[in-house]
């Protein structure tokens, strides 16, 4: 079992930033990825980042050159630096924990709003 935190969410205006953080704990095995989705009123969840534990990293196409997604391997964290945000940036954002094998299950914790509004 593994259990997600976040924060960092919050109202900004177009072309500011925010610092979403989220801490995993539990059994952790070595072999996994964490990340970041979201989710916009009537749309369906999208990713947004992901990141390995060998630090492969994927970004969706409407995020690339603004946002970086980062880990802490020793603490199991995992951060996503928005920057240039835009209005179609808001959304409930989730963070995502996939652990290897032997558990081979994908976790989400409980989300965070993100407002991009002036």
């Known amino acids: 079992q593994v259990q997600l935190v976040e924060s960092g969410g919050g109202l900004v205006q177009p072309g500011g930033s925010l610092r979403l953080s989220c801490a995993a704990s539990?059994?952790?095995?070595?072999?996994?990825?964490m990340g970041w989705y979201r989710q916009a009123p009537g749309k369906q969840r999208e990713l947004v980042a992901t990141?390995?534990?060998?630090?492969?990293?994927n970004y969706a196409d409407s995020v690339k050159g603004r946002f970086t997604i980062s880990r802490d391997n020793a603490k199991n964290n995992v951060y996503l630096q928005m920057n240039s945000l835009k209005p179609e940036d808001t959304a409930v954002y989730y963070c995502?924990?996939?652990?290897?094998?032997?558990?081979?299950?994908?976790?989400w914790g409980q989300g965070t709003q993100v407002t991009v509004s002036s």
């Open positions: 539990g059994t952790i095995f070595s072999i996994n990825a």
């Open positions: 995502y924990f996939y652990n290897g094998y032997p558990n081979d299950y994908h976790y």
């Open positions: 990141i390995t534990s060998g630090g492969s990293t």
